[in-house]
């Protein structure tokens, strides 16, 4: 038994068909698994380097590499605040310190009722509205402490539910198709325009020699 | 004052709130360039990029038409678009995939063609959820539309694309470690030689990696020419270019200028760009293009935005983003948070950087928090001697990549501008700004 959906398994199989090599497909997988399960479990790595042909080791440790990438369950809305240098300048640490009080946890800590992990993050490249703090990779700008309790309310209140999805789907958009060209085509494609090229580059070093 | 009315290249659709969607896009002129590249053979295109002397948006500043032309001659080859766009202060890609994708992909489709490229990939930074969204909607509408996928646009030229998202590490915005991350590995720089990307790339097939800005400005350059881009702007640097502005000014924000003619005096106070320093104080520092650049002081506001120029002032315009530190701006504490971003990404590979990060870090920490002693000063030197031998600008490089070497770029200058405000920290055993 897989740990995809069937319709995940599609999905996969779909994404892993756009690649040259399967192995390209590990980490949009990954955040397909996160989308599924709000993680990347140790269920989803195994079947990952099945369908694209590398051990569960390397899926871990591939993954280990990249921030976004959780191994453990995370609350249900994780909420970044990045302190880099810009919004450092505009107030990021006191906003850090506000949000830890008033959440009562630290970076990387999810409150008991499961509603929302707190991280510092590097910046989001959204520094000319500083601070920043996104929810599950969505920005809300500007922030201050009022505004950043406010934003919990509405979050354990569900408001936000409709620009905010839960934690892991990265993307609400798919791409539509696999790939249009078959690959025999492309090569054939290139190696005719290759010629071509040639030719149109003889043909204008002997006008040029001509000349002379 | 030399705020030019130079056109808006890469920003033309902003003011629309739609400015994202197909239809916008095709009433704004569209993916004409594309059709008029299509018509013409794929070296003259490449051609008005030559011509136009584009310098390579995503930092280092390599002309476009010249690394095009490095493209190792071979059946299968690749090209890459680097959005991973990470660089602390830097966010003027974000801007270009979420308001404006469909022009990233038409760049995007006449390099490809101008390249005859086998396949393209468009990467994009995992946390730019938004971004990756509008991208992929962007990619879909195009092949509806006939301008990607097979036969595009009747041309008989074909190619695919393909939006392929991060997740989340700065050093992937280096472009072998964006090629490594694109095979599915971890994002681990390649030595340099022999993995140039354009000899050696994607699944070791030559592989060209450009920039989102870079791309963004191809539909222009072939509409109007390349000799009328490289009428913009001076000497090298041609065009014009975003800058992003951050720190403590009035109006931070995205500002297209053109290259070279505006100052950095310009866009920090000019009304219609930065409106000056808040509360009217003075400029005390700034980083003239990401925190990768040694720093500034306010000597330097009436250099003009020229890669050159800045370039040999002793910095660099980077990734073109501007931070601005007023009057009040503890001088360690900016520093070491900078230093703190570079612990925490250094991949690992090289022992200065790895090992050189940390310290810097702690050593820093320990300043800005009042725990430091006299000789920590030579120490923090010391050890960003070690990481890049010399501590000049550019930098010497003993590791893989320019990340080591980045490091000492702020802790360095800072020293050597505000040296008695880190002696200050040690006297009082505290910051004097907490
Ligand atoms: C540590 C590091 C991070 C980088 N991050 C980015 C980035 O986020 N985006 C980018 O376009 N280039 C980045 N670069 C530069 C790329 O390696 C590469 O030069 C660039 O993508 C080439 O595109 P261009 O010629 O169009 O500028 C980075 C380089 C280094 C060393
Ligand atoms: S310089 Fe730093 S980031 Fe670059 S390869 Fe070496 S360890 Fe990794
Ligand atoms: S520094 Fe916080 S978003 Fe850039």
């Not at chain 1, 929810?135 to 406010?150: A, C, E, S």
């Not at chain 2, 008989?156 to 095979?183: K, N, Q």
């Not at chain 2, 003619?261 to 930065?274: A, E, Q, V, Y």
Request: with cysteine; proline share 6%; net charge negative.
């Amino acid at each position: 038994m897989g740990h995809f959906t069937p319709e995940n398994l599609a999905k996969a199989k779909n994404t892993i068909s756009v690649y040259p090599q399967a192995r390209s497909a590990l980490i949009p997988l990954c955040h397909l698994a996160q989308s599924q399960d709000g993680y990347l479990s140790e269920e989803a790595m195994v079947e990952i380097a099945e369908l694209v042909g590398v051990s569960p080791a390397e899926v871990r440790g591939t993954a280990s590499f990249y921030d976004m990438l959780h191994t453990e369950p995370v609350g249900k809305h994780l909420v970044s605040i990045c302190t880099n240098i810009a919004c450092m300048l505009a107030g990021a640490y006191e906003l850090l310190e506000h949000a830890t009080e008033s959440l009562g946890v630290h970076s990387g800590q999810t409150t008991s009722d499961g509603e929302i992990t707190l991280e510092e993050v590097e910046c989001i490249a959204a520094c000319d509205r500083a601070p920043c703090v996104s929810v599950n990779h969505r920005f809300f700008l500007d922030v201050d402490p009022d505004t950043f309790d406010q934003l919990m309310t509405d979050l354990r209140s569900g408001k936000h539910s409709s620009e905010v999805p839960s934690h892991g789907t990265l993307s609400r958009v798919e791409r539509s198709l696999g790939l249009a060209v078959p690959r025999e085509q492309v090569a054939e494609e290139r190696a005719a325009a290759d010629k071509a090229r040639a030719e149109r580059k003889a043909k204008a070093e002997a006008a040029g020699a001509d000349k002379k | 004052m030399t705020v030019t009315q130079a056109p808006k290249i890469v920003t033309s659709r902003m003011g629309y709130d739609d400015s994202h969607t197909l239809e916008r896009y095709l009433a704004t002129g569209g993916y004409e360039a594309l059709k008029k590249a299509l018509s013409m053979n794929p070296e003259a295109v490449h051609d008005e990029v030559t011509a136009s002397n584009l310098l390579g948006r995503g930092g280092a500043g390599f002309e476009a038409g010249r690394k095009w032309s490095m493209l190792r001659p071979n059946p299968v080859r690749y090209l890459v678009v680097n959005g991973d766009e990470s660089e602390p202060a830097t966010f003027k890609d974000r801007e270009l995939i979420e308001r404006d994708p469909h022009q990233l992909v038409e760049g995007v489709l006449i390099a490809a063609y101008s390249l005859q490229v086998t396949q393209a990939f468009i990467y994009i930074r995992g946390e730019f959820a938004l971004g990756i969204e509008r991208v992929t909607q962007a990619v879909n509408e195009a092949y509806s539309h006939g301008a990607c996928g097979n036969n595009i646009f009747g041309s008989g030229f074909s190619v695919d694309l393909v939006v392929h998202p991060g997740a989340g590490a700065y050093i992937c915005g280096e472009e072998t470690a964006l090629i490594e991350s694109l095979e599915g590995k971890r994002g681990f720089p390649r030595i340099k030689p022999p993995f140039f990307p354009a000899a050696i790339g994607l699944y070791g097939e030559p592989t060209i990696v450009n920039n989102v800005e870079t791309m963004s400005n191809l539909p222009w350059i072939v509409l109007n020419g390349g000799e009328a881009f490289a009428a913009l702007g001076e000497g090298r640097s041609t065009g014009t270019r975003i800058f992003a502005l951050s720190g403590h000014v009035n109006q931070p924000g995205t500002y297209e200028v053109e290259m070279a003619k505006p100052t950095f005096r310009d866009i920090i106070f000019d009304p219609s760009l930065g409106g000056g320093v808040r509360l009217g104080r003075d400029v005390k520092a700034f980083i003239p293009g990401g925190v990768s650049a040694p720093w500034f002081g306010p000597e330097h506001l009436d250099l003009r935005l020229d890669q050159d120029e800045v370039g040999k002032a002793g910095s660099m315009l980077g990734s073109g983003s501007i931070v601005v530190m007023d009057s009040a701006t503890c001088p360690v504490r900016a520093a070491w948070r900078i230093a703190r971003f570079f612990k925490r990404e250094s991949c690992g590979q090289c022992t200065p950087c790895r090992e050189g990060s940390g310290w810097v870090d702690k050593t820093m920490r320990r300043i800005e928090e009042g725990a430091g002693r006299e000789e920590d000063l030579d120490l923090l030197l010391d050890i960003c001697d070690n990481i890049a031998p010399g501590l000049t600008w550019p930098p010497a490089q003993t590791t893989i990549c320019v990340l080591g070497p980045s490091i000492p770029s702020s802790v360095v200058w800072a020293i050597r501008m505000f040296r008695d405000e880190f002696l200050v920290h040690i006297k009082d055993g505290a910051c004097p700004y907490a």
